[in-house]
């Protein structure tokens, strides 16, 4: 079975410029979650997805960072105007239900340095 | 606001060592505890996950248990391995999301 699939792997950017991460879930996986793990942190939930449907986005700044997911599937999540404190591992995880009991799984993560 | 907190934040062990790791959190009104591993450069892995109602949860070597009313679970490696190196994080979880520890980050040297 396939895993959740992110690219790309690795992006260095400037800061002010935009990024853009691309996440494929698990087939049939109907959540989709965007987490952002900085440097010796745990992961933070940015924002989740049920099909395309947001249900969590509570910590997502949204001034500057914006995900969709079009057609229940792919998603993408985008940083524009990017800043230093971006800098993290961007972390897509799908599950087959929403609930928190629901197994978990990750991809290997996007890696950003913002410059 | 639910915060969990991993104690030690590092470990190093002789190969063979039983070892446990430690994770508090500050709010008792959890749905399920759950225990990942990381490997460098990875994503990360799950591990067991222990529901609200239960007291542990075992995979092979790995024990978890939960104590919700002291707000603790702790995890139990048996015969430690140089293969177990990686980061442990621990989450609690809510009734759509997880709370992470910042992990423990764990070395089995042969």
């Known amino acids: 079975e396939a895993g959740v699939a992110q690219s790309p792997r690795y992006k260095i950017i400037e800061k002010r410029q935009s990024v853009a991460f691309w996440c494929n879930p698990i087939?049939?996986?109907?959540?989709l979650y965007w987490y952002q793990q900085i440097l010796g942190q745990g992961p933070k939930l940015l924002i989740q997805f049920q099909n395309n449907g947001v249900v969590d986005d509570s910590q997502l700044p949204k001034d500057r960072f914006s995900a969709e997911r079009l057609k229940g599937v792919d998603s993408t999540l985008k940083i524009q105007p990017a800043k230093l404190e971006d800098s993290a591992v961007y972390l897509c995880?799908?599950?087959f239900g929403t609930g928190s009991g629901n197994t978990i799984y990750f991809g290997e993560g996007s890696w950003l340095t913002v410059v | 606001k639910q915060e969990v907190t991993q104690i030690p934040a590092a470990l190093s062990v002789p190969e063979g060592e039983n070892l446990v790791l430690n994770c508090s959190f500050t709010?008792?009104?959890?749905?399920?505890l759950q225990w990942f591993r990381q490997d460098p450069g990875k994503g990360l892995t799950s591990l067991l996950l222990i529901q609200s109602s239960q007291r542990e949860q075992t995979s092979g070597r790995l024990n978890a248990s939960l104590d919700k009313s002291s707000g603790r679970s702790t995890l139990y490696i048996a015969a430690s391995q140089p293969g177990d190196s990686a980061t442990y994080l621990c989450?609690?979880?809510?009734?759509?999301?997880?709370?992470f520890g910042a992990g423990t980050r764990l070395a089995v040297h042969p």
């Open positions: 989450a609690s979880g809510g009734y759509n999301k997880l709370i």
């Open positions: 709010d008792s009104a959890i749905y399920n």
């Open positions: 995880a799908s599950s």
């Open positions: 087939s049939g996986h109907a959540t």
